[in-house]
């Protein structure tokens, strides 16, 4: 058994927390990643600034301590070798600070060391005694080749930012990638709980149409959350209930049709006896009274006639044997005996039927067909044309039936099919009003479908029936 949440709320929350989650989780990728970019380019710039500045002051320390030396050999003070004790403090400083950028391969740092120790050891040797021209040599040579350094450490730092840039454009490009692919997550994840929730509400939408289509053979079990098989246990509740209800109506109909019968035929033979003269003449009179007596014996027994067979029919899914017929044949069956009745007012048949082998109730199938023929016989005028058509596919049969009778008023089409209802056009006309209710019933039986048709002349009847009823139970072969 498929596990879902306890209940419907709790399966929506689920579905938008897994909607939200792929988003989340990419949100929070990207803002770690810019955080991480941030800091790094806040890094970058502090370096480059810091870079650039000593640069400069380098670059100045090396020519005030060139000057202050120069002034020294030629005046011979001890002010400016003093000054250039100054200066040298400030460049050895800035050195090393350069020195400690985080970027500077280990090459530069020891170039850089290696002129410190240079200028220390010139500073050195003039502070014991030497000429000052080892100093001036010296820091001519540091001077050479601090330019070179400061040039390797821009470079160096350049390249650095390039990379930063590079990566960046990468960084970007994985963003978008991320954010699509969340995105696409989340629409798969959206994509599949609405269809979860869409399958869940078709089975509940399926059971309802199903109770009020009046089909309660089938009993309801409802999968899913909590409250959903909650309500599919009242649901099934509710169909063993009405189930219930129509055996009671069907059985009070039975009995109460069967008890009018006995009365019934008791008038009729009386009705026939004193239309005979049996207990003696009649009168014009009294004729006239027999004839209203016989007439509607008559019709009272067909209406007692027509509620035994829908009801029959109501309940034919579960009775009828199914078997292998030639519905062709049948059709032909049906039309020959109907046509005596038809030729007595020149209405004639234009039947088409092609070869169709179905699986069906033969008793059902003639009731059909026969209420059908005898309804569109009913309303065609005299001298008519009633056209009978049967063709199939490879999974279902129709069945057209066509006169050229009134036809039906827009106003009667939603109702045509219900018990006694009778139309406005067949008021003046013989009848209960339970033939096309009788075959409705029939055909639903054989999971087909009854429908009127747009007709611009006449009424339009179509039968559908499936070729095939694997889902029913069939007579065995005799």
């Known amino acids: 058994m498929k596990r879902y949440p306890r209940t419907f709320l709790q399966l929506i929350t689920f579905g938008h927390i897994l909607f939200a989650l792929p988003l989340l989780i990419a949100a929070g990728y990207v803002?770690?990643?810019?955080?991480?970019?941030?800091?790094?380019?806040?890094?970058?710039?502090?370096?480059?600034?810091?870079?650039?500045?000593?640069?400069?002051?380098?670059?100045?320390?090396?020519?005030?301590?060139?000057?202050?030396?120069?002034?020294?050999?030629?005046?011979?003070?001890?002010?400016?070798?003093?000054?250039?004790?100054?200066?040298?403090?400030?460049?050895?400083?800035?050195?090393?600070?350069?020195?400690?950028?985080?970027?500077?391969?280990?090459?530069?740092?020891?170039?850089?060391?290696?002129?410190?120790?240079?200028?220390?050891?010139?500073?050195?040797?003039?502070?014991?005694?030497?000429?000052?021209?080892?100093?001036?040599?010296?820091?001519a040579e540091i001077k050479l080749r601090s330019q070179k350094s400061l040039v390797d450490a821009r470079e160096i730092l350049d390249r650095q930012q390039l990379r930063f840039l590079e990566e960046s454009n990468s960084l970007r490009t994985r963003l978008l990638l991320a954010a699509g692919l969340a995105v696409l997550i989340a629409m798969c994840c959206l994509w599949a709980i609405r269809s979860l929730l869409a399958r869940l509400i078709g089975r509940f939408e399926t059971v309802v149409i199903r109770l009020g289509k009046g089909n309660l053979q089938q009993a309801i079990e409802l999968g899913g959350p909590g409250d959903l098989r909650w309500l599919g246990r009242w649901l099934e509740w509710l169909r063993r209930r009405l189930l219930s209800l129509e055996e009671e109506r069907a059985q009070v109909l039975r009995h109460v049709s069967h008890e009018l019968k006995t009365p019934l035929a008791a008038m009729h033979e009386g009705a026939a006896l004193l239309d005979e003269e049996v207990p003696g003449p009649l009168t014009p009179e009294q004729r006239r009274i027999v004839g209203i007596l016989q007439s509607n014996s008559r019709r009272l027994q067909d209406l007692i006639e027509g509620?035994?067979?829908?009801?029959?029919?109501?309940?034919?899914?579960?009775?009828?044997?199914?078997?292998?017929?030639?519905?062709?044949?049948?059709?032909?069956?049906?039309?020959?005996?109907?046509?005596?009745?038809?030729?007595?007012?020149?209405?004639?048949?234009?039947?088409?039927?092609?070869?169709?082998?179905?699986?069906?109730?033969?008793?059902?199938?003639?009731?059909?067909?026969?209420?059908?023929?005898?309804?569109?016989?009913?309303?065609?005028?005299?001298?008519?044309?009633?056209?009978?058509?049967?063709?199939?596919?490879?999974?279902?049969?129709?069945?057209?039936?066509?006169?050229?009778?009134?036809?039906?008023?827009?106003?009667?089409?939603?109702?045509?099919?219900?018990?006694?209802?009778?139309?406005?056009?067949?008021?003046?006309?013989?009848?209960?009003?339970?033939?096309?209710?009788?075959?409705?019933?029939f055909v639903l039986a054989h999971r087909g479908e009854l429908k009127l048709m747009p007709s611009s002349t006449g009424a339009h009847f179509r039968v559908v029936l499936p070729l095939q009823a694997s889902h029913l139970r069939q007579a065995p072969d005799a």
Request: proline content about 2%; hydrophobic content about 40%.
């Open 307 to 441: 509620l035994l067979r829908l009801q029959q029919a109501g309940h034919a899914a579960e009775r009828i044997g199914y078997e292998t017929l030639r519905f062709d044949q049948l059709i032909a069956e049906v039309v020959e005996t109907t046509r005596l009745i038809a030729a007595e007012r020149g209405v004639q048949f234009a039947c088409t039927l092609a070869e169709t082998e179905i699986v069906a109730g033969r008793e059902a199938l003639l009731t059909v067909v026969h209420n059908l023929l005898a309804n569109a016989l009913k309303f065609s005028p005299g001298n008519g044309l009633i056209k009978v058509l049967l063709s199939h596919d490879a999974s279902k049969a129709w069945l057209d039936v066509e006169d050229q009778g009134p036809g039906v008023a827009e106003r009667d089409a939603s109702r045509i099919f219900e018990p006694f209802y009778r139309s406005s056009a067949s008021r003046d006309i013989a009848g209960v009003g339970l033939g096309l209710a009788i075959a409705r019933e």
């Open 31 to 139: 803002f770690i990643k810019l955080d991480t970019l941030n800091d790094r380019y806040r890094e970058a710039i502090e370096q480059a600034t810091s870079s650039s500045s000593l640069r400069g002051e380098i670059t100045e320390d090396v020519l005030h301590m060139e000057r202050s030396l120069r002034r020294h050999m030629v005046m011979k003070d001890s002010d400016s070798l003093n000054d250039y004790a100054r200066v040298r403090g400030e460049w050895r400083s800035n050195v090393e600070l350069l020195a400690q950028l985080t970027p500077l391969p280990e090459e530069l740092i020891g170039e850089l060391a290696t002129q410190l120790d240079l200028e220390r050891k010139a500073y050195t040797k003039v502070r014991e005694g030497e000429k000052i021209e080892v100093l001036a040599a010296a820091l």
